[in-house]
């Protein structure tokens, strides 16, 4: 087998990939479609030429663009549904999504209607396309604490469908301290708790994130490498980090690549995982992004299958279900070997 083959068909663990940013461009153009109010989008490619952004506004506005086709309950079960065949397509065998529903001011359909809708297409999914899908909601910082609250209290009967409560959004403006009552609740109330951190901020956000959050992991996290002892830290404590080198690369944190700290931090011990964040935005896969460590950054066939195996251990499954998924991984390396 190729190597592009053996990547793609290597059994992935994903562990940050935003479904409002993981569409399927299928599912995009039969609402566009639907919609009929934009002549300049007559095939697929038309669309996914929509996507290829000059700057951040554009990808802002084709944000939003993009949201307003979303209008009723089955419009959020179908784009579940239809994110989850595309991963699950790319031998993705459990994905961790965030999901927001607060992102859509819709008339007449409230959040907790469109949770129930992506639960059920989640539902559906893993049905027929055998993929495990653990849903956690992203409360978004960019409202402040009083918000997230009201938005926690959304998604708490939702609690063992959606496992886990995160917090995205603009990070130099909203410091996680803010939140510690957010989600101090969460995690009595029986959530896990993650959160973006050490993206856009510097190692005090991700500080802020571990000791007044406590944060299970942390999102990108790629600017722990400014501070020794917070790698240290990272380190003895395994906690995880949900590395997304595109999107790093696409907002412009990292120049590119071969300059990314997450080979570092991989040598160094820490738990890296590797994922794709806004896929269908940011012109990416999660196939892709392994791809890329590969061919650019030198990682071997162990390298692939240790990133793997790490995104199982940071994983919500239970222990038994690790157990199930690395043992999947295991085996199909021996193969390829
Ligand atoms: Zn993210």
């Not at 990808?59 to 549904?81: G, L, M, P, R, V």
């Not at 696409?250 to 794709?276: A, E, F, W």
């Not at 892709?288 to 950054?297: A, D, G, N, P, S």
């Amino acid at each position: 087998m190729d190597i592009a083959s053996v990547i793609r068909a290597m059994p992935k663990v994903e562990l940050h990939v935003h479904l409002e940013g993981a569409f399927s461009f299928e599912f995009l153009f039969k609402l566009v479609q639907q919609a009929g109010d934009d002549p300049s989008i007559r095939t697929i490619d038309d669309l996914k030429r929509r996507f290829v952004f000059q700057n951040f506004n554009q990808f802002i506005e084709t944000w939003f663009w993009k949201n307003h086709f979303f209008q009723t309950a089955d419009d959020f079960q179908q784009s579940t549904y239809y994110t989850l065949r595309e991963l699950a397509s790319q031998n993705v065998i459990l994905v961790e999504a965030f999901f927001s529903p607060w992102d859509f001011q819709i008339k007449g359909l409230t959040a907790p209607e469109i949770i129930t809708a992506t639960i059920a297409g989640k539902e559906a999914a893993e049905k027929d396309f055998g993929i495990s899908c653990h849903l956690i909601a992203d409360l978004v910082r960019d409202h402040g604490s009083r918000t997230a609250l009201k938005r926690l209290d959304d998604v708490t009967p939702f609690l063992g469908k959606v496992i886990g409560i995160g917090l995205g959004g603009n990070e130099s403006q909203f410091p996680a301290r803010e939140f510690e009552t957010v989600f101090r609740m969460a995690r009595e109330r029986g959530f896990h708790v993650v959160a973006h951190a050490g993206e856009a901020v510097g190692p005090e956000s991700i500080w802020e994130a571990i000791q007044i959050l406590n944060v299970e992991r942390i999102g990108h996290g790629i600017r722990a490498v400014e501070d020794a002892s917070l790698l240290d830290y990272l380190k003895m404590k395994q906690i995880p980090l949900e590395i997304c080198p595109t999107s790093n690369i696409k907002t412009r944190v990292i120049k590119d690549l071969c300059v990314h700290p997450l080979k570092k931090m991989y040598r160094q011990g820490l738990l890296v995982t590797i994922n794709s964040d806004d896929p269908s935005m940011f012109g990416t896969t999660i196939t892709k992004e392994f791809e890329e460590l590969q061919r650019q950054l030198g990682f071997s066939w162990q390298d692939l299958r240790r990133l793997s195996l790490n995104a199982v251990q940071a994983s919500f499954a239970s222990e038994m279900e690790k157990r199930k998924l690395a043992a999947i991984i295991n085996y199909y390396w021996t193969k390829i070997k």
